[in-house]
């Protein structure tokens, strides 16, 4: 998992949604904010990045690039949370494009997208908090609360896997929760090469 802090993964809050909420657990437990959680490998209630809306993104840049084949996200079980409404719901995440290679390959690929990545690119050409960098697609999924596992993983487009990038920094984009005032991220975690 090149997202997890132990390996090296950071957040980069220049891309990253401010977030405006300080729970008493976060204080308890030295997280302010705690946009740090989603990085680590703990599971409690509370210990999550919450966002005070429905939407947010955040920005994780790794040790090393990585040649991104899956994402996971991680929320605590419905059996231990009377708040799982504020669960991540349809999610999107984003490659930053950097180096010669990889601009050529996504300039060949903006040009010949098809399917699923052609109607990504075609929605949208970078998340909300871009600061003018090129990005790329990679999926766009929904956290299935409902789902016997609340670990769930889903993998890269095809045609992303194909295209060979390599990338130094993701950005999750959180596009609504499950009818929560408020959404709760516990644990991301990216894999791959």
């Not at 946009?35 to 509370?46: K, N, S, Y």
């Not at 990045?49 to 605590?76: C, E, K, S, Y």
């Not at 998340?127 to 790329?136: H, N, Q, Y």
Request: negative net charge; proline residues 5%.
């Amino acid at each position: 998992d090149y997202a997890l802090w132990s390996n090296g993964g950071v957040v980069l809050s220049s891309l990253t949604s401010p977030h405006g909420y300080n729970s008493w657990v976060n204080r308890l437990m030295g997280k302010i904010g705690s946009v740090q959680a989603i990085l680590e490998d703990d599971l409690w209630e509370g210990a999550c990045w919450r966002l005070p809306n429905r939407l947010g993104q955040i920005a994780i840049a790794f040790q090393d690039v990585v040649r991104v084949t899956h994402v996971m996200v991680d929320h605590i079980p419905a059996e231990l949370t009377n708040a799982i409404e504020i669960a991540p719901h349809k999610l999107l995440l984003w490659g930053m494009v950097d180096g010669e290679d990889n601009l050529a390959k996504y300039h060949s690929l903006q040009s010949g997208a098809t399917g699923p990545l052609r109607d990504l690119l075609t929605a949208r050409m970078a998340p909300a908090l871009s600061r003018g960098m090129p990005f790329v697609p990679l999926v766009s999924f929904d956290y299935n609360i409902h789902a016997a596992n609340h670990t769930q993983l889903f993998p890269i487009l095809d045609s992303m896997v194909a295209a060979g990038m390599d990338f130094g920094v993701v950005v999750l984009e959180i596009l609504d929760n499950w009818d929560g005032e408020l959404t709760c991220l516990y644990r991301v975690g990216i894999y791959g090469e």
